[in-house]
């Protein structure tokens, strides 16, 4: 469970990013996160993956306040996430099969489980055939579905998507969304920032302006 109460963060010299938001999202719901380019949707997802900490305000993640967590317990923590950028963040001088490795390196899983958790998140995502290849010679859409292959790799609890179809076409953009969509059917709480004035059905939306949640939907109707 996610919980905001209150929640500020400013930067340093530069105006309030976000101010008094507040709300929840539950295990495995799927939530759009929308507003105009500035409306405060990065800081928000920073927020939650424990990438920034909030000026004032409670941030909950599973009953751990990030506020007063230690530095060392941070990547534990964020064990829990799965993180796709618009701009991919992938590694162009290593192959895909080494790109989706990485997050399990770093938590201390090699060898044979290592090989079997790669090969089946490139197989989700439609990859399992290019785990030689260079990230360079992979279309727009094939790129992002690495870097969602990578950021699933570890299994997480929690995918976090930040605008991951604003540089694709439509149909790679709706290729990519019924992934998020069917990672959230096996239980995956999918939090996505987007642009996007059409969105998918059965979701929590929250609409961001000018750093206040300016309102909160389920389905279109208030929630």
Do not use: W
Request: charged residues 20%.
């Amino acid at each position: 469970m996610i919980r905001f109460d209150q929640v500020g963060k400013r930067y340093p010299g530069s105006n309030q990013a976000l101010q008094n938001v507040s709300f929840e999202i539950n295990q495995g719901e799927l939530v759009y996160v929308t507003g105009h380019s500035g409306a405060g949707k990065s800081t928000l997802l920073k927020l939650i993956a424990a990438l920034e900490r909030p000026t004032s305000g409670t941030v909950l993640i599973n009953n751990q306040n990030i506020s007063k967590l230690r530095n060392a317990a941070v990547p534990y923590l964020r064990r829990k996430f799965g993180l796709v950028f618009q701009d991919h963040k992938l590694l162009y001088d290593r192959n895909c099969f080494d790109n989706v490795a990485l997050p399990l390196h770093i938590n201390g899983i090699t060898g044979s489980e290592a090989g079997k958790r790669i090969r089946a998140a490139l197989d989700k995502v439609g990859l399992l055939g290019k785990e030689k290849a260079m990230p360079i010679t992979l279309s727009g859409g094939e790129q992002q579905r690495l870097a969602i292959a990578r950021a699933v790799v570890s299994r997480p609890a929690i995918l976090i998507a930040d605008e991951p179809t604003g540089n694709l076409d439509d149909s790679y953009a709706n290729e990519i969304m019924n992934l998020f969509f069917a990672f959230q059917q096996v239980g995956v709480t999918v939090i996505i920032a987007t642009h996007a004035r059409e969105l998918g059905p059965q979701a929590k939306i929250l609409r961001l302006h000018e750093g206040l949640l300016s309102a909160t939907e389920m389905n279109g109707a208030p929630a």
